[in-house]
T-cell receptor
Framework: NAGVTQTPKFQVLKTGQSMTLQCAQD?????MYWYRQDPGMGLRLIYY???????DKGEVPNGYNVSRLNKREFSLRLESAAPSQTSVYFC???????????????FGPGTRLTVT | AQSVTQLGSHVSVSEGALVLLRCNYSSSVPPYLFWYVQYPNQGLQLLLKYTTGATLVKGINGFEAEFKKSETSFHLTKPSAHMSDAAEYFCAVSGGSQGNLIFGKGTKLSVKP
């Protein structure tokens, strides 16, 4: 049981380049999330998906797009990378979303992205 | 709006000493509270959670936390620190508009031999 997997683990981009971060979970979870982690900032939500085919913006969505390809996979795309997007990106999943009754979230190992 | 404040971005203890990591929350509704641990170059792992019921919650690796509504706190403790406890710890509260968790900024725990 792999849990939440992310690829790649590391990536260096030049400003203006594009890339897609991949995330997959094998726990049959409905909800999936993309966070970014920056020193001293904790984790901030970029995008969220409650189910296949649905996505919603989080706290810091600018410069990113997402796709919920199927129940297992949730990808994050940077169309034109900027140095401000240098960060560690985490994908997470949870069983379900219900207002005021969140289930615990399971995290992937992260992607460390540097934009020069 | 929900928020989390972790007091102290860096805490250092000696091996065998008490670990106390502080978390205060703000929530307009009864909160669900979580502690996660992040070891170097790894993802976040759930330590423990409070949803309802008993206010003293036990987690993995000997950690526990107590929910105190009157103090809006959910401090994490461990009686005796081990070198392997060195990591960053995140407190989180439920109630994000997308069903997400709201995370504190983290406390990095160092354990001295």
């Amino acid at each position: 049981n792999a849990g939440v997997t992310q690829t790649p683990k590391f990536q260096v981009l030049k400003t203006g380049q594009s890339m897609t971060l991949q995330c997959a979970q094998d726990m049959n979870h409905n909800s999936m999330y993309w966070y970014r982690q920056d020193p001293g900032m904790g984790l901030r939500l970029i995008y969220y998906s409650a189910s296949e085919g649905t996505t919603d913006k989080g706290e810091v969505p600018n410069g990113y797009n997402v796709s919920r390809l199927n129940k297992r996979e949730f990808s994050l795309r940077l169309e034109s990378a900027a140095p401000s997007q240098t960060s560690v990106y985490f994908c997470a999943s949870s069983e379900a979303k219900a207002y005021r009754r969140p289930y615990e979230q399971y995290f992937g190992p992260g992607t460390r992205l540097t934009v020069t | 709006a929900q928020s989390v404040t972790q007091l102290g971005s860096h805490v250092s203890v000696s091996e065998g000493a008490l670990v106390l990591l502080r978390c205060n929350y703000s929530s307009s509704v009864p909160p669900y509270l979580f502690w996660y641990v992040q070891y170097p170059n790894q993802g976040l792992q759930l330590l423990l959670k409070y949803t309802t019921g008993a206010t003293l919650v036990k987690g993995i690796n000997g950690f526990e936390a107590e929910f105190k509504k009157s103090e809006t706190s959910f401090h994490l403790t461990k009686p005796s620190a081990h070198m392997s406890d060195a990591a960053e710890y995140f407190c989180a509260v439920s109630g994000g508009s997308q069903g997400n968790l709201i995370f504190g900024k983290g406390t990095k725990l160092s354990v001295k031999p």
